[in-house]
């Protein structure tokens, strides 16, 4: 009978919301219907769960029972839908917290492995990327990820030491890349009036960097196979969509679309919202207005491309995290975007290149939408994943 009261105890509390274990609840704040706490508070109080310790704090180093729970600072590394940004999940983030289903059409198919030995082909065909010898940068201060707030000018040099512009800038696709940067108002809630001459260079740009690339051919016909297209210029046309139809991020105006917020840059709520480019970032410093501070990141290639976390100030607004591949051609920056974009919406989407495992994060625009419920593309950039 004492066995069955306990039971029946236990299940009564269990019900009315007491908990023993900080599954699931680490980093949130003080709960008073629960029996002890999950949050940095509870070693003061001595109210802590007993798996605290194993679960929340700096011995941590698993996302076991940890998927998408409030950030930690006490955490070594973390769990949640940002981590990827900030460079610190932990090891084992995408098997326990990512499902590898694809969210385009067809792409449920796709697995990673697939994935990962496309972004391999199309590293291996970006012949259009810098060399050493025309492009060198000077990435200076070193900060970390505690300190990309702290808005400090620690490089009192630019990024760009040196860019051979009439080698790489004659080339087609970087030729259509920079015609179609300088078309957009950078500021959210200012409608984008798109001219018949702004569309004919969408066009063109996606005619060089797809259809006239190795490159881009190798990504249709990976798609094509796996019966996400049926056809090139269905192929071409969802690209033009996803990444160039307009949509309101302020006010109600047609104001962002998928391109501009992750090539161009915007600026929403008194600071840059994407940029996630090294050509634009380029252009913007040598004309005076990027101003290059430090960087949290710095990819282990030891060639071009390579991945950089970069804080710098765009003419009065500040980017605490700006993630780019450097060096890369506007054709590969595009097809691994549009990959992780058609695969893996809204998801991490792991890559390699040259046997080093890259992320691209990616998330949908879900606010609006165009042909058969397709969502636009609403960010994306590179990260690291933590070893």
């Given at each position: 009978?004492?066995?069955?009261?306990?039971?029946?105890?236990?299940?009564?509390?269990?019900?009315?919301?007491?908990?023993?274990?900080?599954?699931?609840?680490?980093?949130?704040?003080?709960?008073?219907?629960?029996?002890?706490?999950?949050?940095?508070?509870?070693?003061?109080?001595?109210?802590?769960?007993?798996?605290?310790?194993?679960?929340?704090?700096?011995?941590?180093?698993?996302?076991?029972?940890?998927?998408?729970?409030?950030?930690?600072?006490?955490?070594?590394?973390?769990?949640?839908?940002?981590?990827?940004?900030?460079?610190?999940?932990?090891?084992?983030?995408?098997?326990?917290?990512?499902?590898?289903?694809?969210?385009?059409?067809?792409?449920?198919?796709?697995?990673?492995?697939?994935?990962?030995?496309?972004?391999?082909?199309?590293?291996?065909?970006?012949?259009?990327?810098?060399?050493?010898?025309?492009?060198?940068?000077?990435?200076?201060?070193?900060?970390?990820?505690?300190?990309?707030?702290?808005?400090?000018?620690?490089?009192?040099?630019?990024?760009?030491?040196?860019?051979?512009?009439?080698?790489?800038?004659?080339?087609?696709?970087?030729?259509?890349?920079?015609?179609?940067?300088?078309?957009?108002?950078?500021?959210?809630?200012?409608?984008?009036?798109?001219?018949?001459?702004?569309?004919a260079e969408q066009e063109a740009f996606l005619k060089e960097t797809i259809s006239n690339t190795e490159l881009g051919r190798e990504l249709f016909a990976f798609l094509y196979t796996?019966?996400?297209?049926?056809?090139?210029?269905?192929?071409?046309?969802?690209?033009?969509?996803?990444?160039?139809?307009?949509?309101?991020?302020?006010?109600?105006?047609?104001?962002?679309?998928?391109?501009?917020?992750?090539?161009?840059?915007?600026?929403?709520?008194?600071?840059?919202?994407?940029?996630?480019?090294?050509?634009?970032?380029?252009?913007?410093?040598?004309?005076?207005?990027?101003?290059?501070?430090?960087?949290?990141?710095?990819?282990?290639?030891?060639?071009?491309?390579?991945?950089?976390?970069?804080?710098?100030?765009?003419?009065?607004?500040?980017?605490?995290?700006?993630?780019?591949?450097?060096?890369?051609?506007?054709?590969?920056?595009?097809?691994?975007?549009?990959?992780?974009?058609?695969?893996?919406?809204?998801?991490?989407?792991?890559?390699?290149?040259?046997?080093?495992?890259?992320?691209?994060?990616?998330?949908?625009?879900?606010?609006?939408?165009?042909?058969?419920?397709?969502?636009?593309?609403?960010?994306?950039?590179?990260?690291?994943?933590?070893?």
């Open positions: 009978m004492k066995v069955i009261a306990v039971l029946t105890l236990w299940v009564t509390l269990f019900h009315q919301g007491y908990s023993y274990s900080c599954q699931g609840r680490c980093g949130y704040g003080t709960d008073n219907n629960m029996s002890c706490q999950c949050n940095s508070s509870c070693e003061r109080f001595r109210d802590c769960c007993s798996d605290y310790a194993e679960l929340c704090t700096a011995g941590a180093t698993s996302c076991k029972d940890r998927c998408d729970e409030k950030y930690n600072s006490q955490n070594e590394c973390h769990c949640n839908s940002k981590c990827a940004q900030y460079n610190n999940c932990c090891s084992n983030y995408a098997d326990l917290c990512n499902s590898d289903g694809g969210g385009g059409d067809g792409g449920s198919a796709i697995t990673d492995a697939e994935i990962k030995a496309l972004s391999e082909t199309l590293f291996a065909l970006d012949s259009n990327k810098a060399s050493a010898s025309e492009l060198i940068i000077e990435p200076q201060a070193l900060v970390p990820n505690s300190q990309t707030s702290s808005k400090n000018d620690l490089s009192f040099k630019p990024f760009f030491r040196y860019l051979n512009e009439g080698a790489l800038f004659s080339r087609p696709t970087y030729a259509a890349l920079l015609a179609v940067l300088d078309n957009y108002e950078r500021m959210t809630g200012q409608t984008e009036d798109v001219s018949a001459q702004e569309l796996k019966g996400v297209y049926a056809s090139e210029e269905e192929f071409i046309q969802d690209l033009k969509m996803m990444w160039f139809g307009l949509y309101s991020r302020n006010n109600n105006k047609m104001d962002s679309s998928g391109f501009e917020h992750i090539f161009a840059g915007e600026i929403k709520g008194g600071k840059v919202s994407g940029f996630h480019n090294w050509i634009q970032f380029y252009l913007l410093e040598k004309r005076g207005k990027m101003n290059y501070y430090s960087h949290s990141l710095n990819g282990p290639w030891t060639s071009y491309p390579d991945v950089f976390g970069m804080q710098f100030m765009w003419e009065g607004y500040f980017k605490q995290v700006g993630s780019a591949v450097i060096g890369c051609s506007p054709e590969f920056d595009f097809a691994l975007y549009s990959l992780c974009y058609i695969t893996r919406p809204g998801e991490q989407c792991r890559l390699s290149l040259g046997g080093i495992e890259l992320i691209i994060q990616t998330y949908t625009w879900e606010n609006s939408s165009y042909g058969d419920g397709k969502k636009y593309i609403g960010s994306a950039f590179p990260a690291i994943p933590r070893n």
